[in-house]
């Protein structure tokens, strides 16, 4: 696949960029250097490969999936200027 300068024009319309004819020309080549890389890795054989989140193996650390902050609506509203029935109460901005 190549990118060719209409093609780098209508992208860069879409994000909104300003691109001169000659940025145009610079940012098709990129693009094709960095789409020939990515044609380079598809050949690579993974067969058998997992997928790894390190170079180094180590167990992801997780938490017990449990509720462990109910009953504190009190403790939580304690501080707030004006509650009713566990709420924050607030000024009325709005007429």
Same mark, same amino acid.
């Given at each position: 696949?190549? @990118?060719?300068?209409?093609?780098?024009? #209508?992208?860069? #319309?879409?994000?909104?960029?300003? @691109? %001169?004819?000659?940025?145009?020309?610079?940012?098709?080549?990129?693009?094709?250097?960095?789409?020939? !890389? +990515? /044609?380079?890795?598809? /050949?690579?054989? @993974?067969?058998? *490969? &997992?997928?790894? %989140?390190?170079? %180094?193996?180590?167990?992801? #650390?997780? #938490?017990?999936? @449990? +509720?462990?902050?109910?009953?504190?609506?009190?403790?939580?509203?304690?501080?707030? =200027?004006? %509650?009713?029935?566990? !709420? !924050?109460? *607030? =000024?009325? +901005? *709005? &007429?």
């Amino acid at each position: 696949m190549s @990118v060719d300068i209409a093609t780098v024009k #209508r992208v860069a #319309r879409l994000a909104r960029l300003a @691109v %001169t004819e000659e940025e145009a020309e610079k940012m098709a080549g990129e693009l094709n250097n960095i789409l020939g !890389f +990515v /044609e380079q890795l598809s /050949e690579v054989n @993974v067969d058998g *490969v &997992e997928p790894m %989140t390190s170079v %180094t193996p180590m167990a992801m #650390r997780k #938490r017990a999936d @449990v +509720v462990n902050d109910g009953d504190k609506a009190e403790d939580i509203v304690a501080n707030a =200027p004006a %509650t009713a029935e566990n !709420f !924050f109460m *607030v =000024p009325k +901005v *709005v &007429e």
